[in-house]
């Protein structure tokens, strides 16, 4: 069974503090999605990675799919409140029924 | 452009009820459709996916059914609710094998049974 073990699980650091949450697993994947849920929505695609070592940036968001393609980082720099969400990582294996395996999310606070 | 329309937004039902959650896509063709419950605004459960009309693969037994009877029409439904049918759902699309894995969510319905 393939599994996506993201920490930490719950997060609540002050404004501008850096920050970096992980998803990881011991399978290889296709490519590795990153989504933002706001509470009461549905969650917002923010990054797909399909290479090993890629690295992808969206703002103040920093993405990075591990060499192997079996693990992904996101880190954030100087939080603001408006990154305040669920992060939610998820991962497609091509020959799996086209579907895709969701990670617990890390819930992240940004403190004003 | 694709969008996603759920509905209906909130739910409140008793229990031995029926549901009728829709999902419509709109802005392509051939999408993969999903259906997920979401707890305690925590991960993502699949109940059910499907590749095409009338094609539907379920995840989860349960009291829960889905039928996709157009291309771009999910529905998912119950003959009688449980109390530990409540919760948020998801609808979702995809491209086929096409794409990459991303997937596009609708609004959610908040399903509470009481």
């Known amino acids: 069974t393939q599994l996506l073990e993201q920490s930490p699980q719950f997060l609540s650091i002050q404004e501008g503090e850096n920050l970096t949450v992980y998803c990881n697993s011991s399978?290889?994947?296709?490519?590795l999605q990153w989504y933002r849920q706001e509470p009461g929505e549905g969650p917002v695609l923010l990054v797909t990675?399909?290479?090993?070592?890629e690295v992808k940036k969206l703002k103040r968001l920093t993405f990075q799919f591990g060499d192997a393609r079996k693990d992904s980082s996101l880190h954030i720099t100087a939080a603001q409140p408006g990154d305040t969400g669920l992060y939610l990582c998820?991962?497609?294996?091509?020959?799996?029924?086209?579907?895709?395996?969701f990670g617990k999310g890390t819930r992240l606070h940004i403190l004003p | 452009s694709q969008t996603i329309h759920q509905w209906p937004a909130t739910l409140v039902q008793p229990v031995g009820s029926p549901l009728s959650l829709e999902c419509t896509v709109e802005?392509?063709?051939?999408?993969?459709l999903y259906w997920y419950r979401q707890a305690a605004g925590r991960g993502l459960q699949l109940l059910f996916y499907?590749?095409?009309?009338?094609?539907i693969s379920s995840e989860v037994p349960q009291n829960l059914s889905a039928s996709r009877p157009q291309d771009r029409q999910f529905i998912l439904s119950s003959k009688k609710l449980l109390l530990s049918d409540s919760g948020f759902y998801l609808c979702?699309?995809?491209?086929?094998?096409?794409?990459?894995?991303?997937?596009?969510f609708g609004p959610g319905t908040r399903l509470t049974v009481t």
């Open positions: 979702a699309w995809s491209q086929g094998l096409a794409g990459v894995g991303e997937q596009y």
């Open positions: 399978s290889v994947f296709s490519s």
């Open positions: 990675v399909v290479t090993g070592g």
């Open positions: 998820a991962a497609f294996t091509m020959n799996r029924d086209d579907k895709i395996i």
């Open positions: 802005g392509t063709s051939n999408p993969n």
């Open positions: 499907s590749v095409g009309i009338g094609q």
